[in-house]
């Protein structure tokens, strides 16, 4: 059976440095089967280069919930309202709320449609002031996305394409700004907003440039902790479905069964995925208990070989970071340095050059390891795995 035990990427931690992950996702509530079509733009993609798979494009649709039934009492946030005023009490009926499973993600807008995604590991174990400025800071988006969506998505899109410029967004700045002052409202201290702001690695001058823009001590500090008016509502949980439901075939390939052994379908046929609406995130595993995620937009679109290559990383990385678990190996430098992590990207690229898959597609596979990862970090991820050489720079893709 296939296991993990602990994450496979970093920033997992919720709890002492919270904040805005802004992937977009969502997920199934219902599926509908395995359906084969004939025709080349059917449900079903057979494989090629060889393989002998079949994956089922045909996805579940998302399911988006009410927010009052999660968060209560917003409606009567100071903070809240002032960004909203008289329209307060109809946006909050109307949101919605989605729920993705991976512990890297905390909160963010899904562009789409302007609901709120949210992590349900961040849901479950950051503490209730966390959670309460992290819905402040992201009513503060839905009105900006309410303002000028194209802008709005346009600015998004930027510093996820280069994650250096977050902390220099000009939709992220003033969605700080506004958190940090009922922050400094409630009573939190500055090391504790301090705290709060970090969001993965930045350039300790980019960090402080921020941080002067964020005033902090302008605002008006509460002598004592206020107490928060609102609740809420931990229990939310993401739909999984069958692995084999949607992709076949997989456990006859020669690398699987290297991996998992003689009894590679039997694997496979415990596994479960989890959909999101993402064309960032592709497949990953769950740090909860390995199943995969996958990317509805990837699925749809892209060739069975990437996806294929895709699949194969992420079993990799759930096997070998179990293993790497139950070893008790001692804790790496950085991300980058994870032996599961190193040794699942070389399986992916083995199998990628057997395939003669372009260099060009390999390397949109490393698009997550490069976001979360500092520029330090990821080019020596990059070394470790022969795609650049020592002193060198790596080639654009």
């Known amino acids: 059976m296939l296991e993990l035990d602990s994450p496979a990427w970093g920033c997992t931690h919720v709890g002492s440095n919270p904040g805005v992950c802004t992937a977009r996702a969502i997920h199934p509530s219902s599926h509908n089967g395995f359906i084969i079509h004939s ?57 919605k709320v989605e729920f993705i499973s991976p512990r890297f993600m905390y909160m963010g807008i899904r562009d789409e449609d302007g609901s709120i995604i949210i992590g349900t590991y961040h849901l479950r174990h950051s ?42 967004s000009p939709i992220e700045v003033p969605a700080y700004k506004h ?42 500090r509460s002598a004592h902790r206020a107490v928060l008016q609102v609740r809420i509502n931990r229990r939310a949980s993401v739909p999984l479905f069958p692995f084999t439901d949607y992709f076949r075939g997989f456990e006859k390939l020669p690398a699987v069964r290297a991996l998992l052994g003689e009894r590679a379908g039997e694997a496979l046929g415990q596994l479960k995925v989890e959909f999101v609406h993402n064309s960032f995130m592709r497949l990953v595993p769950s740090e909860e208990d390995g199943h995969l995620l996958v990317s509805v937009p990837y699925l749809k679109s892209s060739d069975p070989a990437s996806i294929y290559l895709g699949v194969l990383v992420c079993l990799n990385l759930v096997r070998r970071t179990s293993e790497e678990v139950k070893t008790s190996r001692p804790p790496q430098e950085g991300p980058g340095d994870s032996p599961a992590l190193v040794e699942s990207y070389k399986a992916m690229l083995e199998e990628a050059r057997r395939l003669r898959v372009p260099r060009a597609k390999v390397m949109e596979h490393l698009d997550l390891p490069r976001f979360m990862m500092s520029p330090a970090d990821y080019q020596r991820f990059l070394r470790k795995l022969g795609l650049v050489k020592p002193g060198n720079r790596p080639s654009k893709r």
Do not use: C
Request: proline share 6%.
């Open 39 to 95: 025709s080349a733009r059917g449900s079903l993609a057979k494989g090629e280069r060889g393989l002998p798979i079949e994956i089922n494009r045909k996805t579940p649709p998302l399911e988006r919930l009410p927010f009052k039934d999660y968060f209560k009492g917003f409606e009567k946030v100071q903070a809240v309202r002032s960004v909203f005023g008289e329209e307060t009490d109809a946006v909050l009926e109307n949101l």
């Open 127 to 168: 503490d209730l002031r966390t959670l309460y400025l992290d819905i402040v800071h992201e009513l503060f988006h839905i009105k900006q996305w309410q303002e000028d969506r194209e802008y709005f998505e346009g600015e998004h899109q930027k510093f996820m394409g280069n994650r250096s410029l977050y902390y220099a």
């Open 179 to 220: 958190t940090v002052r009922e922050a400094e409202r409630i009573g939190m201290p500055r090391d504790e907003i301090v705290e709060h702001l970090k969001m993965g690695p930045a350039p300790p001058k980019v960090f402080a440039r921020f941080l002067k823009e964020m005033e902090i001590g302008r605002g008006r």
